[in-house]
């Protein structure tokens, strides 16, 4: 079923001379660029309290201030859109806030990417081929540091206080460090709960597999109510 009745569809191919994907691709860029700047219109009406020239409504000392100019990435590209600003400086967008660079869409299909353990200039090179977009190095590792807070989170959760077995075991692999390849080793424990249920308990880094390093790890599970396994 055709959400845009047909005749409309033959309007924008011939308005847009639709070719070809590529076509297909900027048009949509185009139309989401353009919807994207009427919510924003939308929203500032919203809050002044007025639309644009009815001044006979206005009912407030703050007014439109013209425009600033914003650089979005999204699915469709990069899209330059025109964000409205009001006098007093209070208009706060909410469908593309004043900090924010890319959509939810890019940043999910980001951290997608890094959780798969693509390097940063990999993820670079992949938003460009696919969706034409210019994402810098920078951008990324600001995008993939918002989960920091969410690692440090799960890393330092409460545990159960018993568990019926626990799995430990230590996977070696080299990283390249500083022009140097150096041996690392990710030591991780399982635990299987009383009601059967695996959990990952954690997974620390260190520079070798070693019975000190395993004792601090076990020292860790212990700080987080653990009691007995």
């Known amino acids: 079923m055709s959400i845009i009745p047909k005749d409309q569809l033959r309007k924008l191919i011939k308005q847009y001379n639709l070719k070809d994907t590529a076509d297909i691709q900027n048009m949509l860029k185009d139309m989401f660029g353009d919807a994207i700047q009427e919510m924003l219109q939308a929203e500032l009406e919203e809050d002044l309290g007025y639309t644009k020239y009815d001044y006979k409504n206005k009912a407030t000392t703050n007014s439109r201030n013209g425009y600033s100019k914003k650089n979005l990435k999204s699915n469709y590209g990069d899209t330059e ?66 989960i920091l807070p969410l690692v440090t989170e799960w890393q330092n959760r409460p545990l159960e206080e018993i568990y019926g077995v626990v799995f430990m075991d230590a996977i070696h692999y080299k990283v390249r460090s500083e022009g140097r390849i150096l041996s690392k080793a990710a030591y991780t424990a399982i635990g299987v ?23 601090s790890v076990l020292n860790e599970i212990k700080n987080r109510c653990v009691k007995d396994m």
């Open 81 to 146: 859109i025109k964000v409205p600003r009001d006098r007093d400086g209070e208009f706060e967008p909410k469908i593309v806030k004043k900090n924010q660079a890319t959509l939810p869409s890019i940043e999910d299909q980001v951290l997608s990417m890094y959780a798969k353990g693509m390097t940063t200039r990999d993820i670079e090179k992949h938003l460009e081929s696919l969706y034409g977009i210019d994402a810098s190095p920078e951008l990324i590792s600001r995008i993939t540091d918002k």
């Open 193 to 215: 709960n009383l009601e059967g249920i695996k959990e990952v308990l954690g997974i620390w880094v260190g520079e070798a597999e070693s019975a000190k390093f395993w004792l």
